[in-house]
């Protein structure tokens, strides 16, 4: 449905966007993530056409909409993408109605047909009650349902959205991330969602690309992505995780053991294209690791822990474990004092092996 | 009661002196003389020899002609108005939203006029269209009359571009643009966009200059003066003077035409209120994106055309032919009869020399005295919760709807018997009066964007409210305090409308100079004035700018 091949964008001496390609299918929710700076927000204003990139090619379905070598260059207007803003951009002057009908006014829509059009948008997002009001006179989580409503309206086959949830209050958030889902299913579109959050952006997508310093660091699903990242980046920015450096020391039929510096022993059940003597992370996320009775065994390591904080569905340890500083999530009933020496176990399967 | 209501927001005796002295003299400044305008406008005879009371002086009223005069006057107002917005509105478009090149250029010429004075352009601009030796006449054949209606609107109308150019631009500036990326994104157009979009949410911004324009030229007398009554076309402001100056005066009905100035010019504010008064959305920045700049495209020529046509028209051209005359011996389109003797009588004869002086001395105190006290009523209205501030506000900012010369005509009423008359004094209070708008808005702009916990963090580690603003307002104020002194600074010493008929020849000020050269038809000598007068401005902007490395913006913001 959209294919971008070699996005670069280069302001002054940055690489706001560094060779991206990426693709997504019909109907598919693709979710740009990163921390802010990561170019996620210039690529996706490169797909609406506000932003010239410096290089390379953006299809639409089956039309190329951007291929700087070739000279093609569609202005926004040209594109029809719709598109929802961080600030709404809900145009205070017109009314709810009027905002809406904006697009297919544009195309010279008039009369019965453009009111039966705008109404049916507007029921989409729940607010025909409100199609004479202002926008100062609604709430936030409305004038995002305005934004949504007007960029549904023309029926683009695809649609980008901005951060669109950043301003809304928790609760707002959550609601949102859920309609926004149920009118792809119900309306089939294909979306580019760019957030910085990334609960949200594991919640809302179908795949998720993670970007930092322009750079595309790694596509997939957000069970891929959650459980098997590429790097040491997209593990710690895809929720918390305890990274341990070490070397590769020897490969089996199992997997391969990895000696960290302070002779700490971790098995990986995947070593997939790393080779003995290569210098390499392996990443454990706080629920892997669990509190064990007895010593001995795989993966078995003593530890003391230090400091415990209760959470109500668990209680976060931060423990140490032969000079490495880990954290790990333990059931509420285990409680045990500061500075109680234990045995943290991890099943080799969840021990990630990071070659970068 | 008001102890309580004192007590309750904190304010202690000495800040309520401060606080009560500020209302009462910005009470006394704006309603003593407009008052005596009033009362005077049912009184019999001249300032300081008041007859019996009277209706005689409504007369006027009846005449048919007094209408003619009125209506010409909006007619010229709301001309200027057009000229003014049409001009200033696409140059402001064109700078802050295009790719076009050379912008600080067509900034620079589209803001000199604002620092120099309608009044010089004016001048300049007899020696360009008059209808017998006009340059444009002489040399292009053009059939350009400066000495008419259209005239007077045109060469003020241009004079008057920077206002709506600073307004659009700076509204423009402060508009977030996904509200026109969103437009886009909808299909839109360029055109749509403009139309649908981007001027309607610049229109309270856009109303706001226009009538602020509109009420400037309203009242604006050098320009109606020298390019009116060489055809004989008298306006309101240009009346008040002839009725008051040329013999026999005739205070009376140049108070009524006065009062009817400034009715319609408060009048005008109270509308422009008014119908923004729901209109006025508060724009919601988003995030601070970087402005995309419109792509011009093959209409780039064609953009810098116009700008370059508008700064030929309004900068390049008055000021070389000022060059030009001023080195001359009379007014001539031939390039001979050269000579210094314009040049060296300001500097020989004492007169002129102290007139020069005078004008320096009395902008440089007047200013400082109107930046102190616009300084302390715009911390008041902004920073305090007394009781009562708004009224402050409300009474500083009045004397925008009091065209100068009105003032000057109530000043004489108010305070002829006063010891001050005849001293520059009288000339002090009617400025700061006057232009105390100014600096209230430009200083008010400043502080709202000092974090008001700045200073609450003043008074909670033991400082009073005087040693807070004394030693944390004052100190991130300055660079809003030198703007505005140099905005004030230029706007006194160029200031004619309200002087002219408050000088006499001990109060003799610089534009008043000028323009008696022009009365007694010494345009060279008054070329060489009008030059001296502008080289001052910019000589002030020159070392503020880059001598002290002060940011001039803030003032006309």
Not at chain 1, 139 to 147: L, P, Y
Not at chain 2, 47 to 74: C, H, I, K, M, Q
Not at chain 2, 218 to 247: D, R
Request: aromatic residues 10%.
């Amino acid at each position: 449905m959209i294919g971008i091949e070699n996005l670069s964008k280069v302001f002054g001496e940055t690489h706001a966007l560094d060779n991206v390609s990426l693709q997504a299918a019909k109907g598919e929710m693709l979710v740009l993530v990163g921390p802010s700076g990561c170019g996620k927000t210039t690529c996706l204003r490169c797909i609406a056409g506000l932003e010239r990139p410096t290089s390379g090619r953006i299809r639409v379905g089956e039309r190329m909409i951007t291929a700087i070598e070739e000279g093609v260059f569609l202005p926004p207007e040209k594109r029809e993408i719709g598109m929802v803003f961080q600030s709404y951009a809900v145009w205070p002057h017109m009314t709810v109605f009027e905002n809406v009908a904006y697009p297919l006014r544009c195309q010279g829509a008039r009369g019965d047909a453009l009111k039966a059009r705008v109404m049916e948008a507007l029921k989409l997002v729940q607010l025909e009650a409100l199609a004479e009001r202002y926008s100062s006179q609604i709430s936030g989580g409305q004038q995002q349902r305005v934004a949504l409503a007007r960029s549904l309206v023309s029926a683009p086959k695809l649609l980008l959205f901005d951060e669109p949830l950043s301003n809304l209050d928790a609760n707002l958030r959550l609601q949102m991330r859920i309609e926004i889902k149920e009118l792809q299913r119900k309306l089939g579109f294909t979306a580019v969602y760019v957030t910085h959050d990334q609960t949200e952006a594991m919640a809302i997508a179908d795949r998720i690309a993670i970007m930092e310093k322009g750079v595309l660091r790694q596509v997939g699903t957000p069970r891929d992505i959650y459980e098997r990242p590429a790097n040491a980046f997209v593990a710690s920015f895809m929720g918390t995780t305890n990274l341990l450096e070490g070397m590769l020391a020897a490969k089996d039929t199992a997997g391969a053991v990895v000696t960290t510096a302070s002779g700490l022993e971790v098995r990986v059940a995947v070593a997939v294209g790393a080779a003995a003597g290569d210098a390499v992370r392996v990443s454990i996320r706080p629920e892997a690791l669990q509190i064990c009775a007895a010593p001995g065994g795989v993966n078995a390591w003593p530890a003391t822990l230090r400091l415990a904080t209760y959470l109500g569905e668990s209680i976060l340890y931060r423990a140490d474990m032969l000079g490495h500083g880990v954290e790990l999530h333990a059931r509420p009933s285990e409680t045990y004092p500061a500075g109680s020496a234990v045995t943290l176990n991890a099943d080799p399967a969840d021990c990630i092996l990071l070659r970068e | 009661m008001t102890i309580r209501l004192l007590r309750a927001s904190g304010v202690t005796p000495a800040e309520f002196a401060i606080l009560s002295s500020v209302t009462l003299l910005v009470l006394w400044l704006v309603f003593y003389p407009t008052l005596w305008l009033g009362w005077a406008a049912f009184h019999k005879g001249a300032p300081g020899d008041t007859g019996p009371w009277t209706l005689d002086n409504f007369a006027l009223l009846f005449e048919g002609s007094y209408w003619r005069l009125v209506g010409r006057s909006l007619y010229v107002g709301v001309g200027i108005t057009l000229v003014a917005t049409l001009i200033g509105v696409p140059l402001a478009w064109l700078t802050v939203k295009t790719d076009m090149p050379c912008k600080r250029l067509v900034e620079l010429s589209a803001i000199l006029p604002f620092f120099t004075s309608t009044f010089i352009g004016g001048l300049a601009w007899i020696f360009l269209g008059n209808p017998t030796n006009g340059l444009l006449k002489l040399w292009l054949g053009l059939p350009v009359n400066v000495y008419s209606m259209s005239g007077i609107i045109w060469v003020t109308g241009i004079y008057m571009a920077p206002y709506m150019f600073l307004f659009t631009a700076a509204a423009l500036k402060n508009m977030d643009t996904t509200y026109e990326e969103a437009s886009f994104m909808c299909g839109a157009g360029l055109w749509r966009t403009l139309t649908r979009v981007t001027l309607p949410l610049i229109l309270p911004a856009l109303l706001s200059g226009m009538s602020l324009v509109l009420v400037i030229s309203m009242g604006i007398f050098g320009v109606a003066a020298i390019l009116g009554f060489p055809a004989k076309i008298v306006l309101l402001a240009t009346e008040i003077y002839a009725k008051s100056v040329l013999t026999p005066p005739n205070y009376g009905a140049a108070t009524v035409c006065g009062l009817t100035l400034m009715g319609i010019t408060a009048g005008l504010i109270v509308l422009q209120r008014w119908i923004l008064r729901s209109g006025s959305y508060a724009l919601v920045g988003g995030r601070g994106f970087r402005l995309k700049l419109y792509p011009l495209g093959k209409w780039t020529p064609v953009a810098l055309a116009a700008c370059s046509v508008y700064a030929l028209l309004a900068v390049i051209l008055p000021g070389l032919v000022l060059i030009k005359t001023s080195f001359q011996s009379y007014p001539t389109p031939r390039f001979s009869q050269w000579t210094l003797d314009n040049w060296t009588a300001f500097f020989e004869k004492a007169d002129l020399l102290q007139t020069l002086l005078r004008s320096l001395y009395l902008s440089t105190f007047g200013a400082t005295f109107c930046v102190v006290l616009t300084a302390v009523i715009a911390y008041i209205v902004h920073r305090s919760n007394v009781p009562g501030r708004r009224f402050l506000e409300q009474v500083s900012v009045m004397p925008i709807g009091i065209p100068g010369i009105v003032m000057g005509l109530a000043m004489i009423w108010a305070y002829i018997v006063w010891p001050i008359w005849g001293s520059i004094w009288v000339l002090v209070i009617a400025y700061m009066t006057l232009f105390m708008p100014y600096g209230v808005r430009a200083l008010g702009a400043t502080i709202v964007q000092i974090h008001p916990e700045l200073e609450e963090s003043s008074r909670v580690h033991g400082a009073s409210w005087l040693r807070t603003f004394w030693r944390v307002v004052m100190p991130l104020l300055r660079p809003g305090i030198y703007s505005t002194w140099i905005l004030l600074f230029i706007i006194f010493i160029r200031e004619i409308s309200a002087a002219v008929l408050l000088t006499s020849i001990n109060t003799r000020l610089f534009p008043v100079l000028i323009f008696e050269q022009w009365t007694e038809g010494y345009l060279n000598v008054m070329s060489a004035g009008a030059l001296l007068l502008s080289l001052i401005m910019l000589a002030v902007i020159a070392l503020f700018k880059w001598g002290f490395k002060i940011d001039l913006s803030p003032a006309y913001r």
